[in-house]
């Protein structure tokens, strides 16, 4: 049997709830945005402690998801060969922290792309686009100085760290755990595409400026790269310029750390003839 309310009375339940106005949207809103952003703040403090306790094992391990895509772009050539050579000499320099159970190498992409690549696995990816924007050695070597750099710190870590913990915790505010594994895989094929912040950036600049100097005992070309982006127009200039921290500033800031740390410059090696432009 139906129940029917006193006349009035739904009105009167209406007035007792009325709907959210604007202000108390606005407030909730406001809530939430802030939950996520301590999410995050929170995510990349843990990940900023969790990364230097991953053994390189683990990160041969992620390497077997993230290198093999690379390798199929990458083609075996005299190019890589002594593109491995030069980076050989850098890691010469490196403590032997830095060297002990790791295998770096790097995977020549034939790809008009102007990008450099530090991914899981020791692996750096160099495209031929970058390449054929080298002046000299010295210039290039500074690239690779900086991708050490980001294995350094751990960069690449921390990058996938916080892409996998954030859709993490997003999976299981909405219920979804059973894709967890999905997640771990797609974050590590997007490394392609992950962009470190600045001071990430800064740091690795640092690393391959210090890593120039022991390499040649003074530090010509450390800024060539980056002054030539700074003055390039073209789409696959700015896609490298979309990933990385603005070339005015990186060209200012290194300048600043070799005059402080009083590195001479000195005559540019020339670049190797294999690696020169066909």
Partial sequence: ?????????????????PPPNNRQLL?????????????????????NQLVWWIPPSVERQLGAIA????????????RQTELNRLLDRLEAELSVELRQG?????????EPTVNAL?????????YQGLLEQMGSENELMMVLGHELGHFAHRDHLRSLGRGVMLRVAIASVLGDLGSLSQIAVSGIERLSQARFSQGQERQADEF?????????????????FFARMREARGRSITDFMAS??????????????????????EALAPLPSVLQGE
Avoid at 1 to 17: C, E, H, S, Y
Avoid at 31 to 47: A, D, K, S
Wanted: charge should be neutral.
């Fill in 1 to 17: 049997m139906p129940i029917t309310l006193p006349p009035g009375m739904a009105a009167q339940r209406d007035d007792r709830n």
């Fill in 27 to 47: 407030t909730l809103l406001g809530l939430l945005v802030g939950l996520v952003g301590l999410v995050i703040g929170l995510v990349g403090v843990v990940i």
């Fill in 67 to 78: 290198v093999p895509p690379f390798e199929r772009l990458a083609e075996p050539s005299a």
């Fill in 102 to 110: 790791r295998d770096y190498q790097v995977l020549y992409v034939p």
């Fill in 118 to 126: 530090a991914i899981p696995g020791d692996r750096v990816i160099i």
């Fill in 208 to 224: 391959g400026l210090e890593l120039l100097y022991q390499t040649y005992g003074h530090v010509a070309g450390a800024t060539d």
């Fill in 244 to 265: 990385h921290p603005a070339p005015p500033e990186r060209v200012k800031r290194l300048e600043q750390l070799i005059e402080r740390r009083n590195y001479s410059v």
